[in-house]
């Protein structure tokens, strides 16, 4: 666990994804890390299929996989729900988010592209 200035957040990489605090967490936190990344890597392809209407509105048409590689490492913030991708490689000036209600990734929402 690590303090990193540019996002100020503690930030945790962990299974192929990043994951962020605005207050250092407790001990536990190591529990919430293995449930979220492994409901996140099993449910990927719904998220990608949740995400796909408006990437290839903005971005045009690209394979599940494509996305996949060009999403790059998520980084999720637990605290407020949301998966962002900041080093995404549709373009060089977009933030790709969306929420997530439950540690499931079964419930998603308010996905935006922001730049």
């Not at 690209?62 to 999720?76: A, Q, R, T």
């Not at 988010?97 to 540690?103: G, I, K, V």
Request: charged share 30%.
């Amino acid at each position: 666990m690590e303090f990193n200035e540019d996002l100020e957040q503690f930030i945790f990489e962990y299974n192929g994804l990043i994951f962020a605090w605005d207050d250092e967490p407790g001990e536990e936190y190591m529990e919430q890390v293995k449930t979220i990344s492994e409901k996140y890597n099993a449910h990927l392809d719904l998220i990608i299929e949740f995400m796909m209407p408006n990437i290839t509105e903005v971005f045009g048409k690209f394979s599940s996989d494509e996305m996949k590689e060009k999403l790059g490492k998520p980084v999720v913030n637990y605290d407020n729900g949301q998966v962002n991708y900041f080093e995404q490689s549709f373009d060089d000036t977009h933030i790709i988010t969306f929420e997530f209600l439950d540690d499931e990734f079964r419930e998603l929402q308010y996905f935006s592209i922001d730049g």
